[in-house]
């Protein structure tokens, strides 16, 4: 018999694949657990403020405690999450400015599209999303090839293998994606054209959005608390019914041929705010600051791994960390798996300007001590999401791809 701690650890484990290997360097990535947010345990809001510093990256046990965040929060730094949740949502056009932290809605039915935090409910979504996922990339390639909208200058929908580069040189990745768009799903913009296959599934993706999203803004409240910064700022920037390149990612990679294994998708920092991703086999890895060794991060079942992108570098002056990350094939016996993860991408609004924001002593200080984050480029964040996805194709500019990560490292 296991005792209860050793049966803990091994349900960490994917039983239906072969076992993550445990020769292999690891990052060392926190475990959050997620019940204990939304209840306000001040530990485990320290544990995510030095995640969110230091590594930029963590896990995120979704387990359990589903009901809990209507169970009342006892700290302080839930107080913002819990004031903000009774103001009205923003409208799509009002989360602009930095210093327009009142805005209201005017158009209270778009509340309808916010859901309870539900950590279970979100594994449930993404082990469906996983099949459907591979339903997609299992269509013929010119069929998936008519929903590549590169010529029409959008990063939403498919890119076929090899069809982005991995660095300067033009080296090809190893993968394809599918990214679905949040508006397009919410009904903020005209539907895309998409495979026939997913239209029943739109519901499911709706689903994953929203659920994603409600653990976005817990964490950006959190954040926000942290920082200092106005009630409820971090939030307003990210309203869900708000006009935004946040997307829904499937990647899939199958097996390289064992005499020719190479990087699938290219280091790389996240463009938007918070990467909420699900992964079941290995090939994700990170470069720890001030290290020069890429280490894997292990997939755990029942956790997400959640990472902050460049936006949240420019907001916080460089208080927050975007880390460089990269996709290589899956490690030891996974190697000879299809790698497939599923990503939720939360960005700012489209029209957000992309700066430090304003309000925060503790940023001020780190305008001060991060010159290079805190450039006063006017860049909004349609701007930058487009620049930076657009330069990793093939044919693309790669000298704006580039990230904060530039001179970080
Ligand atoms: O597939 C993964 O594990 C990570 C994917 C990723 O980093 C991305 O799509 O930005
Ligand atoms: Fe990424």
């Not at 209270?108 to 082990?127: M, T, Y």
């Not at 054209?193 to 499911?204: E, F, G, I, M, V």
Request: glycine share 8%; aromatic share 6%; with cysteine.
């Amino acid at each position: 018999m296991y005792d209860k701690a050793e049966q803990s650890e091994m349900d960490l484990n994917f039983s239906d694949l072969p076992p993550f290997p445990e020769d292999v360097p690891t990052a060392p990535l926190l475990r959050i657990t997620l019940s204990k947010l939304t209840q306000g345990d001040p530990k485990e809001i320290s544990k995510l403020w030095k995640a969110c510093c230091e590594l930029g990256f963590f896990y995120l046990d979704l387990r359990g405690g589903s009901d809990s965040q209507k169970s009342c929060p006892t700290s302080s730094a839930l107080d913002d999450r819990t004031e903000h949740a009774t103001q009205e949502v923003g409208r799509a056009d009002s989360a602009t400015g930095h210093d327009d932290h009142s805005a209201h809605t005017k158009d209270d039915s778009l509340k309808e599209f916010e859901v309870d935090i539900d950590g279970e409910q979100l594994l449930h979504d993404a082990e469906d999303l996983f099949r459907v996922g591979k339903s997609v990339f299992d269509l013929p390639v010119e069929e998936k090839v008519k929903y590549d909208l590169k010529d029409q200058g959008s990063y939403f929908g498919y890119k076929g293998y090899g069809q982005g580069v991995i660095d300067a040189e033009g080296t090809k990745d190893r993968n394809e994606f599918y990214n679905v768009s949040k508006d397009d799903i919410l009904g903020l913009s005209e539907p895309l054209s998409a495979p026939k296959l997913l239209h029943p599934h739109r519901d499911l993706l709706k689903s994953f959005m929203q659920h994603s999203h409600a653990i976005v803004d817990l964490l950006l409240s959190l954040l926000n608390h942290q920082l200092g910064l106005p009630h409820g700022k971090l939030s307003s920037l990210h309203r869900l019914a708000s006009v935004s390149g946040d997307q829904v990612r499937w990647v899939h990679a199958p097996p390289q041929p064992m005499d020719d294994r190479r990087t699938a998708l290219g280091q790389h920092t996240d463009f938007g705010s918070v990467t909420v991703l699900f992964n079941r086999l290995g090939g994700l890895q990170v470069l720890p600051p001030g290290s020069n060794e890429w280490c894997y991060v292990k997939p755990l079942r029942g956790h997400a791994v959640i990472n902050l992108g460049d936006a949240m570098v420019k907001f916080s002056a460089g208080i927050l960390r975007s880390n460089i990350h990269r996709v290589v094939n899956p490690p030891g016996q996974q190697a000879d798996h299809t790698r497939m993860s599923l990503v939720y991408f939360a960005r700012p609004a489209d029209d957000v300007i992309l700066k430090a924001l304003s309000g925060s002593t503790l940023i001020d200080e780190g305008r001060r001590q991060n010159p290079d984050e805190t450039e006063e480029q006017e860049i909004t964040s349609k701007e930058w999401i487009l620049r930076r996805a657009l330069g990793r194709r093939q044919g693309g500019d790669w000298t704006k791809a580039g990230g904060t990560e530039s001179g970080r490292v």
